[in-house]
């Protein structure tokens, strides 16, 4: 039996029923719409909006949307059920965030997901990445006339009855690995990333070429080091803007670093002693990248990665 490593992933998991059922069936989810204990998913600007509650955030979901806004069938997108709600996300494109009865906040996904339960940050992250694609399409890529919505929000179709093609959501498929090389692990840093922060690499599928492929070539790209035994390990949704990563693990057969096209600052071989004492920072911890690490690095210390106190773990900017 395979093991489903991908649901231990922040993000991931059957969080909602996506009722792909209610999709062709319109008379069903305008009906949904007009229901009171129907949900909205806000996205303002391309940020997810919080509530503070104690010392945690929580989504906002949203039942009186229409007070802030009028709701169009065509301008809202069907996510599913979600805790026995139906529930839509809808973009508020308003210059200023609409004024709430409780304190709200308004940020990027990227940072909070963390903090959030977590069905929450997966529903947000669903809900951002449909509104994200579908600003991306209202102009066919073909004749370049003006598309509608579909489907509930999952089609866009061309509006010229002569050209009438359709789109589809899509995702951009992005490969993320750790090299090793038996006790020692290959990480590197853009240089625009905060000052001390590694990570594994990572980088996107080309059109004709296999996952397994695309690690090999990334990483002899990036390193200039050669791998072989590349291993799946899990997956992550991350909308940032909308990507899958499909994590690896791969074992390096040359351990030469060379950054050969300059995607890297800088690229090392570190141990688990090295991570331990702080030589870097680490990922943020509900990424994939942190949890790659994480992995290898529990199998073969006695204290565990978040337990050890002289670990550097990189955090998302304080609220």
Same mark, same amino acid.
């Given at each position: ?95 200023? !965030?609409? =004024? ?5 906040? #308004?940020?990027?996904?990227?940072? *909070? @997901? &963390?903090?959030?339960?977590?069905? +929450? ?64 692990? !290959?990480? =590197? ?5 905060? #000052?001390?922060?590694?990570?594994? *690499? @990572? &980088?996107?599928?080309?059109?004709? +070429? ?110």
């Amino acid at each position: 039996m395979t093991r489903l490593r991908s649901h231990g992933n922040l993000l991931a998991g059957n969080y909602i029923d996506r009722l792909a059922h209610w999709r062709k069936d319109e008379a069903l989810w305008r009906t949904a719409l007009e229901d009171p204990n129907t949900l909205f998913v806000p996205v303002w600007r391309n940020q997810s909006l919080v509530r503070n509650v104690g010392e945690s955030l929580q989504a906002l979901l949203v039942s009186d949307v229409r007070r802030f806004m009028p709701v169009e069938a065509e301008e809202v997108v069907l996510l599913g059920e979600f805790h026995r709600h139906t529930c839509f996300a809808v973009a508020f494109t308003t210059p200023e !965030l609409p =004024g709430f009865e409780e304190a709200v906040e #308004a940020h990027d996904l990227r940072g *909070i @997901a &963390g903090e959030l339960p977590t069905e +929450e940050a997966g529903l947000l992250a669903y809900a951002r990445a449909m509104l994200h694609w579908r600003d991306r399409h209202r102009f066919c890529g073909r004749c370049g006339t003006p598309t509608r919505a579909m489907q509930g929000g999952h089609v866009r179709q061309c509006t010229n009855p002569v050209c009438g093609e359709q789109v589809f959501p899509r995702i951009d498929p992005a490969i993320i690995v750790l090299i090793t090389d038996g006790e020692r692990v !290959l990480l =590197g840093r853009q240089a625009s990333w905060p #000052a001390g922060r590694y990570s594994t *690499i @990572a &980088g996107f599928v080309e059109p004709g +070429e296999s996952l397994e492929d695309a690690v090999i070539r990334e990483v002899a790209e990036e390193t200039g080091v050669d791998v072989d035994f590349v291993d799946y390990h899990s997956s992550q949704p991350w909308p940032f803007p909308s990507s899958l990563m499909l994590g690896f693990t791969a074992r390096a057969s040359s351990v030469e670093i060379t950054l050969a096209d300059a995607e890297l600052e800088d690229a090392r071989w570190l141990t688990r002693e090295q991570i331990a004492a702080g030589n870097v920072a680490l990922p943020i911890t509900h990424s994939i990248s942190f949890r790659l690490i994480e992995d290898w690095y529990n199998e073969g210390a006695r204290v565990p990665l978040r337990e050890e106190p002289g670990v550097k773990l990189w955090r998302a900017p304080k609220r």
